[in-house]
Nanobody
Framework: QVQLVESGGGLVQPGGSLRLSCAASGGTLSNYVMAWFRQAPGKEREFVAAISWTLGGTSYADSVKGRFTISRDNRRNTVDLQINSLKPEDTAVYYC?????????????????WGQGTQVTVSS
């Protein structure tokens, strides 16, 4: 059973940056497709970015390309999300998730493990 714990959220002004981190226990991240999703108030949870050791490379939602960067830290067994040039519409709870899929997947139902989320609020 994989446990995921997110950290790094907070209140930031438009144009600012944050680095979110997802720490895993009970499993090795290299065995999963790891992703970040977000859910804004009143909206469905949406895919943001994914990374896979096995598949190699990353995958991003079009809305965040060029501003968000997903990366891994093998030593710490974490997956990080660097968020730059934050906009008010980036305000959401950000979730880390792990999938046993063998290809990059973007649907909530395709992920097997979830963290509890970390709040990101972008406001002046």
């Amino acid at each position: 059973q994989v446990q995921l714990v997110e950290s790094g959220g907070g209140l930031v002004q438009p144009g600012g940056s944050l680095r979110l981190s997802c720490a895993a226990s009970g499993g090795t991240l290299s065995n999963y497709v790891m992703a970040w999703f977000r859910q804004a108030p009143g909206k469905e949870r949406e895919f943001v970015a994914a990374i896979s050791w096995t598949l190699g490379g990353t995958s991003y939602a079009d809305s965040v390309k060029g501003r968000f960067t997903i990366s891994r830290d093998n030593r710490r067994n974490t997956v990080d999300l660097q968020i730059n040039s934050l906009k008010p519409e980036d305000t959401a709870v950000y979730y880390c998730a792990a999938s046993r899929a063998v290809v990059f997947v973007k649907r909530v139902s395709q992920y097997d493990y979830w963290g509890q989320g970390t709040q990101v609020t972008v406001s002046s």
